[in-house]
C-alpha cells in the first residue's frame, strides 16, 4: 500500500454553499433542547489529474430528537466544499471502466481532513441557533469512504 506524505497535500479552497438551520413551527411554538442528534452524511469528489486537485463535497444533514427518539421539528442542513492540491495525486489513481478512481488511502486521508475541518465550521454556524453549537462525532473515515450515507447520533450532554 502507498503511503501519504502529509505535506504533498494542501487545502487551496473552502467554500460552505449551504448553510441551513430550519425550525419548524412546532418547534418554534414549544422549543426544548434536542437530546439527541441523528447525523448523516455524504460526499463525492471531482478529479483533475492535471491541476493535481481534488474536490470534496461533503453534505451533513441533522435532525434533533427528544428522549423518546422522536424527531422535534429542529433539523441542520451543511453543504461544504473542499479543495485540495495532491502533488502526487497519480500515484493514488487507479483507473477503473475507462475513469480515474481516487484509491482508498488516499479518499480516506482527504475525508478525514474534511470531517475535521467541517465539525468546526458546524460548530460555529450552529452557536446561538436552535441547534445550539452542535459537535460531529468523531467518524472512521474508511467507513465513510465506503458505505453512505452513514447516520450516527451525537448524544448531548445537559
Known amino acids: 500500500m502507498k503511503k501519504i506524505n ?35 452524511y455524504s460526499h463525492n469528489f471531482a478529479i483533475n489529474v492535471k491541476l493535481k486537485n481534488v474536490r470534496l463535497r461533503l453534505e451533513v444533514l441533522l435532525d434533533g430528537i427528544n428522549k423518546k427518539d422522536e424527531a422535534m421539528g429542529i433539523q441542520g442542513n451543511f453543504g461544504i466544499e473542499f479543495h485540495f492540491r495532491v502533488d502526487n495525486l497519480e500515484a493514488f489513481l487507479e483507473n477503473k471502466e475507462g475513469e480515474n478512481k481516487i484509491q482508498g488511502v488516499l479518499g480516506t486521508t482527504l475525508i478525514s481532513i474534511a470531517f475535521s475541518t467541517a465539525r468546526g465550521i458546524i460548530l460555529e454556524k450552529t452557536l446561538n441557533t436552535p441547534l445550539n453549537g452542535i459537535i460531529l462525532p468523531v467518524i472512521d473515515p474508511a467507513t465513510m469512504i465506503k458505505i453512505l450515507p452513514v447516520q450516527n447520533e451525537i448524544q448531548q450532554k445537559s
Open 6 to 40: 502529509p505535506e504533498s497535500i494542501s487545502i487551496i479552497h473552502i467554500n460552505v454553499y449551504k448553510s441551513i438551520v430550519s425550525p419548524s413551527d412546532v418547534y418554534v411554538d414549544n422549543p426544548q433542547k434536542p437530546s439527541n442528534f441523528r447525523v448523516g
